[in-house]
């Protein structure tokens, strides 16, 4: 893919390790011990993309800040199945953030989503160094771990605070207690006016907004 370079699972390790990333990044990072891959892809440098963006390999590093426009999309490249690593040492900016069943993903920085954080895939872990914003965040049960704040309209789920002790008593949960529905495109709702995932994914990928 332009603007990443394929290393080798040593070449990459050797990238992380040489990064200028948080002490809290390689703590967690320590902690989770994701799997990796020779599928290794870095980026060197702030990455803007317009439209929507799809992660170029099993295991994707970008160095810098990422900003896309659309959708941030970490399925996994054809020929994979669950599984992976999404890292950014930097800031995300996007308009809409999907994880992928079994990815561990790393931001060092903060990640402001201006309409949707979908991180509902069993078996994933989003780890968030700085701030976490988005209008709506839908993780049920997957939760994010954020070092900063995390600043949530709605939310179906919650995050929690890196280094954790009593999930019950320190979830951090949505600014209102409303459901989502009123804000969302009817679009993405079903007739009880529950969340469509996947129709949500084809407006983002096609440009349009989940919003009213």
Not at 91 to 112: E, M, P, Q, W
Not at 165 to 188: E, G, M, T, Y
Request: glycine share 10%.
């Amino acid at each position: 893919m332009a603007n990443f370079e394929q290393l080798t699972e040593d070449e990459f390790n050797d990238v992380i390790a040489g990064s200028s990333s948080s002490e809290a990044f390689k703590r967690q990072y320590m902690r989770f011990s994701p799997v990796r891959d020779d599928h290794c892809y870095v980026h060197h440098g702030t990455l803007a993309i317009s439209g929507h963006f799809k992660t170029p390999g099993y295991c994707t590093l970008v160095v810098g800040d990422l900003t896309v426009d659309g959708l941030i999309d970490l399925n996994n490249p054809e020929g994979f199945d669950e599984g992976g690593l999404f890292i950014v040492i930097g800031n995300v900016t996007c308009r809409a953030f999907s994880g992928h069943y079994g990815k561990c993903t790393f931001i060092d920085g903060n990640l402001n989503a201006s309409e949707l954080v979908l991180n509902a895939y069993g078996d994933s872990s989003l780890v968030v160094t700085g701030d976490l914003k988005t209008k709506l965040f839908h993780g049920k049960d997957i939760w994010a771990e954020v070092g900063g704040v995390a600043d949530m309209e709605y939310a179906n789920g919650y995050c929690l605070p890196i280094g954790y002790k009593d999930a019950a008593k320190q979830a951090i949960r949505a600014r209102s207690s409303k459901k989502n529905a009123p804000v969302l495109h009817p679009d993405v709702l079903d007739d009880a006016d529950r969340f469509k995932v996947d129709e949500a994914l084809q407006r983002l990928k096609q440009g349009q907004s989940i919003l009213r």
